[in-house]
């Protein structure tokens, strides 16, 4: 008697646990009709995971978002989850290989290129909501409820503007939802139309507005010269760059234009078929439309792509030192990320020339950075003066002043180690160029 006593406690237990820990149950189907019958039955929405073998992503959604019982508790109430595998490998188990017709349509009809892609349909299989990559759950849990608004269904209102039933402004939050759905062709689409069809005509007044022109920005590998919107920053950098607060804002904008607009394709062809851009008739073409100062960045910007896809160093180290020339980073070195983009650079022409010249011009670099980094500021990739003085020390040991590289090299251990501490992999990677320097080996 006592024994079943206690077997009867364990047993309900046992079964407290697996109430209390609920967790998205994912059901099997064989064919699409089967899913579609049961939604039309229990009158829900479907949910497809479309994921990967390989993907971590999905892996992470299955332990971090999957198992979590308030997502469980949602999901399980509101939909028909499903989980389909969309990459096939002999091993796979029969349940898998049985579902993967339905794989072929889900990743053949909505445009599933990345993983985990995230379908929320209707329970007659119309796609209307989609997310994609891993999402943390409060973010996921917001995208299922979104997908049942009507009013924030990506496909819903993707419907709305296709039937002009949407006004420019609510455009904008529509580009987000495609955005977040990755439906780059739909996307283009609508910011095409948007930039073309309603920038171009607000006043002055709702034009230079610093919303609005970091929205342009935004969408700036869309944006075309012809295009109204465009011609108002060309024609008024100042009140443009004023409106944001920062110089440099028309000058980098314009540039994405030309480059986009003017040398991507050609440069995308190029390394296609391995033979050369025409360099001059592409600054010809820029300098008439842009002006020569957008012909020298973005001609020089591309062939640093160009010379390192060839591995011709000489000519990549000058490419380097044409697109800095050219004032791309060097003129607005309180910008953090230029700081980092100068040492990149210096590091990249040292790397692989042995010309004086270039390695002089890019010590220049190094010394010209290390006077604008300033104290207090986070820059990218967490670069500091150690950084830039480990860059100045190898290059000054490449061009043979090995006592004053030393010297540098040291200083920027020194720094380096009291910031990240001696364990640190940067750190270690000084001491031992340091110790290189010394026996006289390459550090290159």
Not at 61 to 88: E, H, P, T
Request: charged share 20%; glycine share 4%; hydrophobic share 40%.
């Amino acid at each position: 008697m006592i024994k079943k006593i206690v077997l009867l406690t364990a047993l309900l237990a046992l079964s407290g646990v697996a109430f209390c820990q609920k967790e998205v149950v994912f059901e099997k189907f064989t064919t699409w009709q089967q899913v579609l019958a049961k939604a039309k039955k229990t009158k829900k929405m479907i949910f497809v995971d479309c994921y990967a073998t390989w993907c971590v992503p999905c892996k992470l959604m299955d332990s971090a978002v999957y198992a979590n019982s308030a997502v469980g508790s949602w999901m399980n109430d509101a939909f028909i989850n499903l989980k389909i595998q969309c990459d096939r490998k002999k091993s796979d188990a029969k349940s898998v290989k049985a579902a993967y017709p339905i794989a072929h349509k889900l990743v053949a009809e909505n445009q599933v290129n990345a993983y985990p892609t995230l379908l929320f349909l209707t329970p007659e299989g119309k796609l209307v909501h989609k997310g994609v990559g891993y999402m943390e759950p409060t973010a996921f849990m917001q995208l299922a409820k979104d997908a049942q608004d009507p009013m924030k269904q990506t496909y819903a209102q993707l419907e709305r503007y296709r039937r002009h039933q949407m006004n420019y402004p609510d455009m904008v939050h529509l580009t987000e939802l495609l955005n977040t759905a990755e439906d780059t062709t739909a996307c283009r689409t609508v910011v095409t139309d948007y930039l073309k069809n309603y920038e171009g005509r607000l006043t002055d007044r709702d034009f230079y507005t610093q919303e609005n022109l970091m929205r342009l920005r935004h969408f700036s590998k869309y944006l075309l010269a012809r295009y109204p919107a465009f011609q108002k920053v060309y024609q008024n950098p100042a009140l443009a760059d004023s409106a944001v607060h920062d110089r440099q804002f028309s000058d980098g904008l314009i540039n994405l234009v030309a480059y986009n607009e003017q040398v991507a394709g050609p440069l995308a062809s190029a390394l296609k078929t391995g033979s050369a851009p025409d360099w001059s008739a592409l600054g010809s073409i820029i300098t008439k439309k842009f002006g020569h100062s957008y012909a020298l960045k973005t001609i020089s910007k591309a062939k640093t792509t160009w010379y390192q896809s060839q591995k011709d160093w000489e000519n990549y180290s000058q490419a380097v030192i044409d697109r800095i020339n050219a004032g791309e980073f060097k003129t607005a070195l309180n910008v953090p990320n230029n700081i980092s983009i100068l040492n990149t650079f210096a590091w990249e022409v040292f790397l692989h020339s042995t010309d004086t010249l270039k390695l002089t011009t890019a010590l220049a670099w190094t010394k010209l950075a290390l006077e604008n980094i300033r104290d207090g500021v986070k820059y990218p990739h967490d670069i500091h003066p150690g950084d830039v003085l480990d860059t100045q020390a190898n290059i000054e040991y490449k061009m043979g002043q090995k006592e004053v590289a030393l010297s540098d090299e040291n200083r920027a251990y020194q720094l380096n180690a009291a910031i990240l501490g001696t364990d640190d992999q940067q750190t270690k990677s000084i001491a031992a160029n340091f110790r290189k320097m010394q026996a006289g080996l390459p550090t290159w």
